[in-house]
T-cell receptor
């Protein structure tokens, strides 16, 4: 069974440019998460989807970040415009349910460098 | 709000040494607790979990016991191997309200095991 797939793995852009990340969750997983991981830190939740609905986007900086999950499967996270401080690893995860004891499966992440 | 505190690294051990990585948490209600591991160049993987007080999670020789009285979930392994070199993250997931299912991570502890 394929795991969570993210692309691209690496991205280097100039500040003020837009960037988008793509995530394909494990087939059948209804819950999808985007996390931000700064260097030397643990991941922090940006947004959580249950099917196509964003049920928790309280930590998403909505002035420059946006996300969508059309048809409740793949998801895209966008930053426009990017800032130097956005350099980090962006992780996507999925799980079968949203209950607290359900295992979340993570992709390998997209490492963003803003120069 | 909910939070996780884990011992800072890096931790360097010789092969076959005993490992303890401390983790304590602050949470409302009764969270589920997890240890995730990130091997070099790979995504986060669930190592073990515990969903209620006094539960012991175990996997690959690693163990952690959910201690509600001390709000702790320390990771232990009796004899580490070089292949255990990785970054270990303690995490919790609340079981209440809108944050149900969201993982809150500690900062991670880097373990290096020398032959």
């Amino acid at each position: 069974e394929a795991g969570v797939v993210q692309s691209p793995r690496y991205k280097i852009i100039e500040k003020k440019q837009p960037v988008a990340f793509w995530c394909n969750p494990i087939s059948g997983h209804n819950t999808l998460y985007w996390y931000l991981q700064n260097l030397g830190q643990g991941p922090e939740l940006l947004i959580r989807y249950e099917n196509e609905e964003a049920v928790d986007d309280s930590q998403l900086p909505k002035d420059r970040f946006s996300a969508e999950r059309l048809k409740g499967v793949d998801s895209t996270l966008k930053i426009q415009p990017a800032e130097l401080g956005d350099s980090a690893v962006y992780l996507c995860a999925s799980s079968l349910e949203s209950a607290g004891n359900t295992e979340a499966f993570f992709g390998q992440g997209t490492r963003l460098t803003v120069v | 709000g909910d939070s996780v505190t884990q011992m800072e690294g890096p931790v360097t051990l010789s092969e076959e040494a005993f490992l303890t990585i401390n983790c304590t948490y602050t949470a409302t209600g009764y969270p589920s607790l997890f240890w995730y591991v990130q091997y070099p160049g790979e995504g986060l993987q669930l190592l073990l979990k515990a969903t209620k007080a006094d539960d012991k999670g175990s996997n690959k020789g690693f163990e952690a016991t959910y201690r509600k009285e001390t709000t702790s979930f320390h990771l232990e392994k009796g004899s580490v191997q070089v292949s255990d070199s990785a970054v270990y993250f303690c995490a919790l997931s609340g079981n209440y309200g809108g944050s149900q299912g969201n993982l809150i991570f500690g900062k991670g502890t880097k373990l290096s095991v020398k032959p």
